[in-house]
């Protein structure tokens, strides 16, 4: 490749890798509002099921089937924009990762051929090297420490949520409320099956979304050399 034609690669990927950073950017600070909204929808049906108590209780099935279906239906929303912006910003942070060895190759191949990865080889001087940076500080650990964490937190609240359905589902039939005691059972019983099956497919699709990106990453870990 002739100087010529490597200065306008070069430059041809540093714009390709600038808008992908600004989009990067973007996306972490879309995460923000999207946790406002989770909290928010949830206080607001609180408050409502608060103030409207004494109206529900002459529809008692009503109170499960808000704890049973229509909170975690709020939750797994919450989880599967959640998951859009984790997935693409892991993406986006492998095929960065490749932009940057691919402008360290062109610019210093002479100087980096002698190393092998980049733990051996001063990644603070490599032109542009942020995603190598966050790689070796252990971005991706993170990333995985972050999704476990909203895995079991949705979990708990699953589990939480349906648990006060059913126990409203119990303190009314004992109460002896005018209700199907068939239709509460199997308001339960589906229940408890829809949101496990959501919840393992649900999080085993991001996680082998963002296993996929990782491994990518790690594919490229060494310095490219061409």
């Known amino acids: ?12 990927v540093l714009e390709e890798y600038k808008s992908l950073r600004a989009e990067i950017t973007k996306i972490v600070d879309r995460q923000y509002p999207i946790l406002y ?12 099921l608060i103030n409207s ?8 099935i ?3 089937f808000l704890f049973l279906y229509i909170l975690p239906c709020l939750l797994t929303a919450y989880v599967v924009t959640w998951s859009h912006i984790i997935i ?31 733990y051996e080889y001063d ?14 500080a252990g971005s991706h650990e993170f990333i995985i420490r972050t999704f476990n964490t909203i895995k079991w937190a949705i979990a708990g609240c699953y589990i939480f949520s349906n648990l006060l359905g059913t126990i409203f589902s119990v303190i009314f039939l004992w109460k002896g409320v005018n209700e ?32 996929k990106a990782i491994n990518e990453k ?3 870990e060494y310095l490219s050399k061409s």
């Open 62 to 64: 009503i109170i499960p």
């Open 37 to 48: 909204w989770g909290i928010s929808s949830i206080a607001i049906i609180i408050a409502a």
């Open 218 to 220: 790690k594919k490229y």
């Open 1 to 12: 490749m002739d100087t010529e034609t490597k200065k306008l690669f070069i430059n041809a």
């Open 88 to 118: 693409k910003m892991t993406k986006l942070g492998s095929y960065l990762f490749l932009l940057e060895n691919k402008i360290a190759g062109l610019i210093m191949d002479k100087d980096f051929q002698k190393h092998t990865t980049i």
């Open 180 to 211: 199907p005691t068939k239709y509460i059972f199997l308001l339960l019983g589906i229940a408890y099956i829809l949101w496990i099956l959501v919840w393992r497919i649900l999080f085993g699709f991001i996680f082998n979304e963002i296993e």
């Open 123 to 136: 990644i603070y001087s490599i032109p542009i090297a942020w995603e190598h940076i966050i790689w070796r």
């Open 53 to 60: 108590w004494h109206n529900l209780v002459n529809v008692p």
